[in-house]
């Protein structure tokens, strides 16, 4: 079945530092989604890419949908200690048009 | 907030109790979903509804019994668990099954003893 691989699987970062995590699949997706995690809640929504090669912004978070449309990339700049969390990205409009999880990065900020 | 609200945030339960997990959606959107969250797996999707259709099982055991009585609300029932069944379960919802932006509820944990 179609699966996302997300890497790194966690990042522990002194605050102020940029971030960078990204997922990669072997099928292609035609919706990229990230959403962020923290403990004891559920995932929020943080961006959302429909274009293969479409960059986009939300605050300090940039987000791209790969020109192959079988990758994306996050990235956090200027890190702060509520960035903490389990980020998730998610692939959607593939094959079985299911939204398919990655399997998470955790993030730890050391104030 | 998200506008699902899940109820309750925490549930303990034997392994022959029965007890029903809820969903509200306050977003207007026509689709709902349970999804299962174990330490370190990803996401499972279990069941999805549209327009308070079940248009998809992933394979759930039958001692999950999803019940979808308006495209609003969302119950997952559960019976004889047994203690792998721990987990979090996320309610979400978008605004069909075409959509894939899917805006998640807060989670029940659910501890099986």
């Known amino acids: 079945g179609q699966q996302l691989n997300q890497s790194p699987q966690s990042m522990f970062i002194q605050e102020g530092e940029d971030v960078s995590m990204n997922c990669t699949s072997s099928s292609i997706f035609n919706t990229w989604l990230w959403y962020k995690q923290d403990p004891g809640e559920g995932p929020v929504l943080l961006i959302a890419l429909y274009k293969a090669g479409e960059l986009t912004s939300n605050g300090r978070l940039t987000a791209q949908f790969g020109i192959t449309r079988k990758d994306s990339f996050l990235n956090i700049s200027a890190s702060i200690p509520s960035d903490v969390g389990i980020y998730f990205c998610?692939?959607?409009?593939?094959?079985?048009?299911?939204?398919?999880f990655g399997t998470g990065t955790l993030l730890a900020v050391q104030p | 907030e998200t506008g699902v609200t899940q109820t309750p945030r925490h549930l303990v339960m034997g392994m022959t109790n029965k007890k029903s997990l809820k969903c509200e959606q306050h977003l207007g959107h026509n689709a709902m979903y349970w999804y299962k969250q174990s330490a370190k797996k990803p996401l499972e999707l279990m069941f999805v509804y549209n327009f308070k259709e079940q248009t998809e099982n992933n394979s759930v055991p039958s001692r999950f019994s999803p019940e979808c009585p308006n495209s609003s609300h969302l119950f997952l029932h559960l019976h004889t668990l047994q203690p792998e069944d721990s987990a979090l379960y996320l309610c979400?919802?978008?605004?069909?099954?075409?959509?894939?932006?899917?805006?998640f509820g807060q989670g029940t944990r659910l501890t099986v003893v």
């Open positions: 979400a919802s978008s605004q069909d099954v075409r959509d894939t932006e899917a805006f």
């Open positions: 998610a692939g959607g409009g593939g094959a079985t048009n299911k939204l398919i």
